[in-house]
């Protein structure tokens, strides 16, 4: 009877740019069915072979789904809170009910089913390292969704995160509307700080 049992990974991604929403994803693998290869925590894969387990991921899945939580959210209620709220989006997102949500970290989502975090999930359990990659995967690709409109940060390359380049780009260009105006480089440049 175990065995049936469905449980969702959850994890996010981009916690710590400058820019752009904050991502989670939630998937449920069919239970007793071998899972796609390649599935590793996201942050130690290539963009490339994320992009192809990411489709076999899709595939495979008896449900998956992606949410995110906006700038002005993140910027109203923090970061941390902003990520639980796209976690929760994506467990509430899903085709399927889970028994059980596992997920990445410290902190749990407000969900209507058990859910455990777990520290280091996405290297330690298959079905969070699978939403670690969907949820990079998504969030890469609405950078570079952005990077399209914004093209002076170079958004394509960095993904929002605080290189040299990106806080030259800032410097130099000014904060728009995707910044995250909470976080201290941003804060400290509106501020005349920066």
């Known amino acids: 009877m175990a065995a049936s049992r469905l449980i969702c990974g959850v994890d996010e991604a981009g916690r ?15 239970p007793g069915k071998r899972v796609p290869a390649g599935i590793a ?10 992009e192809r387990v990411a489709a076999a991921i899709k595939e495979r899945a008896l449900a998956w789904s992606v949410a995110w939580a906006s700038v ?37 989502p407000v969900l209507a089913i058990p859910t455990r975090a777990i520290v280091d999930g996405d290297a330690k359990v298959k079905v969070i390292a699978a939403a670690s990659i969907l949820a990079k995967t998504e969030r890469d690709a609405e950078m570079c969704r952005l990077h399209r409109r914004f093209p002076q940060y170079r958004f394509d390359e960095h993904k929002g995160y605080p290189t040299p380049k990106h806080l030259a780009a800032l410097r130099r260009y000014g904060v728009c509307e995707i910044y995250r105006r909470s976080f201290g480089p941003v804060r400290e440049l509106l501020e005349g700080r920066g």
Request: a negative charge.
């Open 16 to 30: 710590g740019p400058l820019a752009g929403p904050v991502y989670a994803a939630a998937v449920i693998f069919t």
């Open 41 to 50: 925590d996201s942050k130690v894969m290539s963009a490339g072979k994320r």
């Open 72 to 108: 002005e959210e993140i910027d109203r209620m923090n970061i941390l809170q902003a990520s639980l709220l796209a976690m929760q989006r994506a467990v509430q997102s899903l085709s399927i009910s889970p028994h059980e949500v596992l997920l990445d970290g410290l902190h749990c």
